[in-house]
Nanobody, 128 residues
């Protein structure tokens, strides 16, 4: 089983940027689909973005609040997944989780139950 550890969260002012990283260990994730989810205060965990093993297929939440501001990417040589977040808003405040599944990316990519491996999350707080 692959282990995942997120980093890069923190406190940022509205309009600022953060880059989250998710370092994988235990196995190489070059054959894994990977994703980012988030859970805001008092909310359910929600899908943010997903990427296939070679980065050729990328999906974002069907939400105007994310599109154009967040970018998912990966570096298989470093066994690391990234989420670049720009123009951050207070509503982006959440714990951000990375997830992985050893599989080609399928229609399940937006469902948290599709991913068997999870990190513990990193807190992102955006102040107004």
């Amino acid at each position: 089983q692959v282990q995942l550890m997120e980093s890069g969260g923190g406190l940022v002012q509205a309009g600022g940027s953060l880059r989250l990283s998710c370092a994988a260990s235990g196995r190489t994730v070059s054959g894994y689909a990977m994703g980012w989810f988030r859970r805001g205060p008092g909310k359910e965990r929600e899908f943010v973005a997903a990427i296939n093993w070679k980065g050729s297929r990328i999906y974002y939440a069907d939400s105007d609040s994310i599109k154009g501001r967040f970018t998912i990417s990966r570096d298989n040589a470093k066994n690391t997944l990234y989420l670049q977040m720009n123009s951050l808003k207070p509503e982006d405040t959440a714990v951000y989780y990375c997830a992985a599944r050893e599989d080609v990316i399928t229609n399940g990519y937006g469902n948290e139950r599709w991913y068997p491996s999870w990190g513990h999350g990193t807190q992102v707080t955006v102040s107004s």
